[in-house]
């Protein structure tokens, strides 16, 4: 009786987790799909139309990715269920002048937080 509850319990366990995300770092190489997704996160966050000119924006985002990529002034990492893409997040480091409580002056900032719509509010990622 206790050895079948286990192998029951076991079985629920497994039925219950069937999506395995594929997490991966980002680089240079994805940065098409990060300004993407942080045109998405702008316009989300502040209420903006598609028809609200953002080109600007789009053009100096790449430039960061570019240049914090490499430097790893910014990391990121991208999230894929079954090869589609369905979520992202970053995180930016920089200094400021240090302090009592942080000698070294070193921050970072997490930022471009996304989930795709259908991903949302069921765990996991």
Do not use: W
């Not at 079948?4 to 940065?31: F, G, N, P, R």
């Not at 942080?38 to 966050?45: G, K, S, W, Y």
Request: aromatic content about 10%; charged content about 30%; overall charge neutral.
């Amino acid at each position: 009786m206790i050895h079948e509850l286990a192998v029951k319990e076991k079985e629920l366990h497994q039925s219950s987790v069937d999506t395995i995300y594929e997490y991966k770092k980002a680089t240079v190489k994805d940065i098409e799909e990060l300004v993407q997704t942080r045109m998405i996160v702008l316009r989300a966050a502040n209420k903006l139309s598609d028809d609200v000119d953002m080109s600007e924006v789009e053009k100096q985002s790449c430039e960061y990715y570019k240049s914090a990529l490499k430097t790893g002034e910014h990391i990121a990492y991208l999230v894929y269920d079954n090869g589609k893409f369905v979520g992202a997040g970053g995180v930016s480091f920089y200094r400021v002048m240090p302090t009592y409580h942080n000698e070294s002056g070193q921050k970072a900032y997490i930022m471009n937080m996304y989930t795709a719509p259908e991903y949302r509010r069921k765990g996991g990622l």
